[in-house]
């Protein structure tokens, strides 16, 4: 594996009329390496002291998947259960960094979401995407399981529609399947109406009162405090998994595919 596989990608921050747009990128779909899960994860934390911003909006670059989940390159290259721990505590981060966030945070999901990607989509607060947005949980495919991402996931679509995904974890589900467990708000027809609708609703709450929102967020996620800790253990689940026999062999047969 090269290094530089895992230095490439970018994370990039706007603020327009009180809105902070963060946008991810990397060039094998979207995929998250450590690197880039821990600068989404600080940029949404470092917005909680900038009374400039009203609201924020998650997505990524390109017109295709929204996030492949974890990096295959880096999960390859795990060798001890620390180094595990620590690359899967980054989706750990996000999903706490959103979840303690003091702003409302809009998903735009215009692609396909994998793993740590409906991950993502789970713990933003509202979310509009395209009927391109299918979603598939695929550890238990590679050896693994989607231990990190799972209470997000549950606790967006339930425990029935959770379990569904992670069983069966080759096969996607529609846009509109999501839309109709409640992981995504509106699908829409095209990334252009989409937009538009991000737009609106950004805009609106914008111009609404930021203690307001930051109180009905607390709400929303009341009963998660001890998700720091359970995050935590779910990461130490997965690096030790990540370790065995199975998994490796079952990683690089998906990196043949």
């Not at 002291?49 to 609201?55: G, L, Q």
């Not at 495919?141 to 231990?147: H, T």
């Not at 307001?212 to 998700?227: I, N």
């Amino acid at each position: 594996m090269e290094a530089s596989v895992l230095e490439k990608g970018t994370v990039k921050m706007d603020v327009q009329n009180g809105i902070a747009t963060i946008t991810f990128f990397h060039p094998l779909s979207n995929s998250l390496p450590g690197k880039l899960l821990n600068e989404i994860a600080e940029t949404i934390t470092a917005l909680n002291d900038n009374d400039e911003v009203k609201v924020i909006v998650l997505k990524s670059s390109g017109d295709r998947a929204f996030c492949a989940g974890a990096s295959f390159d880096e999960l390859i290259s795990i060798k001890d259960l620390e180094t595990g721990k620590k690359f899967f505590s980054g989706f750990a981060k996000v999903i706490n960094a959103s979840r303690t966030s003091n702003k409302l945070i809009i998903g735009r999901i215009q692609g396909k979401a994998v793993g740590g990607g409906v991950g993502l989509a789970s713990a933003v607060d509202y979310c509009f995407a395209t009927k391109y947005a299918s979603v598939k949980l695929s550890e238990l495919a590679i050896g693994i399981g989607p231990f990190v991402v799972g209470p997000a996931v549950e606790r967006k679509i339930g425990v029935s529609a959770m379990s569904q995904l992670a069983i069966n974890a080759t096969e996607w589900k529609s846009a509109e399947w999501a839309r109709e467990k409640g992981l995504y708000t509106e699908v829409f027809e095209t990334a252009e109406e989409m937009d538009n609708a991000i737009t609106e609703l950004a805009n609106k709450l914008s111009s609404s009162n930021p203690e307001a929102m930051t109180l009905l967020k607390r709400v929303f996620w009341e009963g998660t405090d001890h998700w720091d800790q359970l995050l935590a253990d779910r990461a130490a689940l997965s690096g030790k998994l990540v370790l065995s026999e199975f998994t490796i062999n079952a990683i690089n047969q998906f990196k043949k595919k």
